[in-house]
């Protein structure tokens, strides 16, 4: 059965953050595109969905700006490390991924945030050793989908973090280069 064209969302409270008030309002949708929004009863076409969102509060989609899709399998694995010891063991819970399980897991990722509110994401998507176009494309997909917008930007850099030098050794070098810099009052 095809989709209805139109939805009608009645008589919830809509949040209008600027005029520090919520009415009870209407929303007609067509397709995915917010064609209209008014006051509760408003005239609506005969064959549109009606969506009883009475009692409840109708806010803007959120937006999470920073989700990392790839970790959704490992959830709770690692809630308890210091970053150093993520950085350092958190490649494993995710090694030996195929496709199917990268979709997974931003899919399951994608869930958790739409049942938080939120409508988009920007996700800072890691793959080892390097990101494919394959599993951009599951992540892409996964989003897709799951009806979500989301920036997806793969996670790369110069080095492997195994690779990078020592911390003396760094700052060693991080000394030597700005030793002499001041800072300015």
Known sequence: MPAPRFQAVRSGRLLDIAGHRSDYSDILIEGNVIR???????????DAREVDAARRLIIPGLINSHTHGHG???????DRWTLELLLNAGPWTMGSRIHSDKYLAVKLNAADMITKGCTACYDLYFELPLPTTEGMESVAQAYAD?????VVAPMMADKL?????????TAEIIDRRYSDWRLLN
């Open 72 to 78: 959704a399998l490992a959830k709770g694995m690692g």
């Open 146 to 150: 799951t009806g979500i917008r989301a």
């Open 161 to 169: 973090f195994f690779e990078a030098s020592s911390l003396p050794a």
């Open 36 to 46: 209209e929004i008014g006051a509760a009863g408003m005239a609506v076409p005969e």
